[in-house]
């Protein structure tokens, strides 16, 4: 995933990722691999006419795609298309403002949630486990050592991220939270 180049959402694609069964959709293609719209309705305890309509809408807006090659008649399999997905910055329009802040909010609550299960549901023994890293620190910068900051972080993430079927054996996939902003102290 090195090579993709970052893509900052524009309020349609912000408003058709913030329905929470959506993201919850394209987190599973993520982690997991193609699925069909039944297999994700069967997931999600949806109804597979509810997730046709919200795979295709994720369609239209380029975060999902056929997988020509295990599809076959009416079976249609889908894949996420990996991408740097980004919230635009300082948006002056309110309602992408508004659309991004939604997003923004539901990437940290859900942060936050997967966080919160790793620290109750830890196994003393468990390889992850003891791999897993919890760090706070800051440093000054300015507003161009920051930009710089982040875009090498994400650099180092990318280099580390593989499609699914890709990964090396043994692997899990692992959640990576990354904030960096100005404190108010």
């Given amino acids: 995933m090195s090579d993709v180049a970052p893509r900052i959402l ?3 694609a912000l408003k058709a990722l913030a329905h929470s069964l959506r993201q919850q959709m394209l ?3 993520q982690h997991e691999g193609p699925a069909t719209s039944a297999d994700l309705a069967a997931a999600f305890g949806a109804d597979r006419g509810a997730t046709s309509y919200h795979l295709r809408q994720l369609e239209r807006f380029g975060f999902v795609e ?6 076959a008649g009416r079976r249609r399999y889908w894949r996420a298309v990996p ?3 980004r919230l635009p910055r300082g948006a002056a329009d309110p309602e ?15 942060g936050q949630q997967e966080l919160h299960d790793h620290l109750t549901n830890r196994v003393a023994g468990d390889p992850f486990t003891e791999a897993a890293m919890h760090s706070y620190g800051g440093a000054k910068l300015t507003p161009d050592e920051l930009r710089q900051f982040s875009e090498e972080y994400i650099a180092f993430l990318k280099r580390w991220q593989r499609e699914p079927g890709q990964e090396t054996p043994g692997s899990a996939y692992v959640t990576v939270l990354f904030h960096a902003f100005r404190s108010a102290s």
Avoid: K
């Avoid at 992408?96 to 859900?110: H, K, N, P, S, T």
């Fill in 27 to 29: 987190t599973r293609l």
């Fill in 66 to 71: 056929e997988d020509v090659e295990r599809s």
């Fill in 10 to 12: 524009e309020v349609g």
């Fill in 96 to 110: 992408v403002a508004e659309a991004a802040r939604a997003l923004g909010r539901q990437w940290i609550d859900r």
């Fill in 83 to 85: 991408q740097d997905l």
